[in-house]
């Protein structure tokens, strides 16, 4: 059962006023409206009725998908993000049936949607993001390409990395399937096997994996 908060936002271009519904917690599988809502940006979206000006609302969010097993909480505040943490660390957490599956927390909107384009594809994160440092890696070192962000992303029909630098869309690598196979041969018996240590699939978490890796990708 999807939860949602009321509030009232001020429009900043013509100052009226807006009711806005803020679902904190959404379940898709009584729900399913609230996938694509959630992929196209729009649940954060504050339409004013008057001038028709949007506003980005963003807000904690607890989002699962149950078909896919999938649970991602979206924080948005340091305050937030310690809180969600020390919950999902703590050992009643863990023992609880329903955190199993697969389970992250990310702190941006980039990443909430960058984890569910991976899910619909039917990748695993965790070979993703390793197989984009890998990348990343490349194109820092041998094509000489400044970047400051690098995201999983899909352009004419084709999954691969999207680089970015101050906040501009750059180029696109398609993603080599076999290099993705042989990531999670390479890489998989390295992954935590403590479900509280992969909550935050990221740079920290690949750098931690491949550290002192022997192979010839790194």
């Known amino acids: 059962m999807s939860v949602s908060e009321k509030a009232t936002i001020i ?16 379940t898709t599988d009584t729900d399913p409206i609230f996938k694509e809502k959630v992929r196209s940006g729009e649940l954060y979206q504050c339409i004013c009725p008057k001038c028709g000006n949007v506003t980005i609302i963003e807000y904690d ?4 998908e149950v078909d896919k097993d999938l649970t991602i909480y979206f924080v948005t505040n340091k305050d937030s993000y310690e809180k969600a943490m020390e919950l999902l660390k703590s050992d009643e957490a863990n023992s609880e049936e329903e955190q199993s599956g697969v389970f ?9 949607r960058e984890k569910l384009l991976i899910a619909d ?28 962000a690098a995201l999983f992303d899909m ?36 992954y935590p096997t403590e479900e509280k240590d992969n909550l935050e699939v990221n740079l920290n978490w690949v750098i931690n994996i491949v550290k002192g890796n022997n192979n010839s990708f790194i």
């Open 121 to 148: 594809a039917g990748y695993d994160d965790r070979a993703i993001e390793i197989l984009k440092f890998i990348t990343a890696t490349h194109v820092k070192e041998v094509q000489k390409i400044k970047f400051d």
């Open 104 to 112: 992250r927390v990310v702190t941006t909107r980039a990443e909430f």
């Open 61 to 64: 969010t607890l989002y699962s």
């Open 155 to 190: 352009q004419n029909g084709k999954y691969g990395f999207r680089f970015f630098e101050t906040g501009k869309a750059g180029i696109f690598i398609p993603m080599v399937e076999d290099m993705y196979n042989q990531v999670v041969v390479d890489f998989s018996p390295k």
């Open 11 to 26: 429009c900043s271009k013509c100052s009226a006023e807006t009711d806005f519904v803020a679902w904190k917690s959404i």
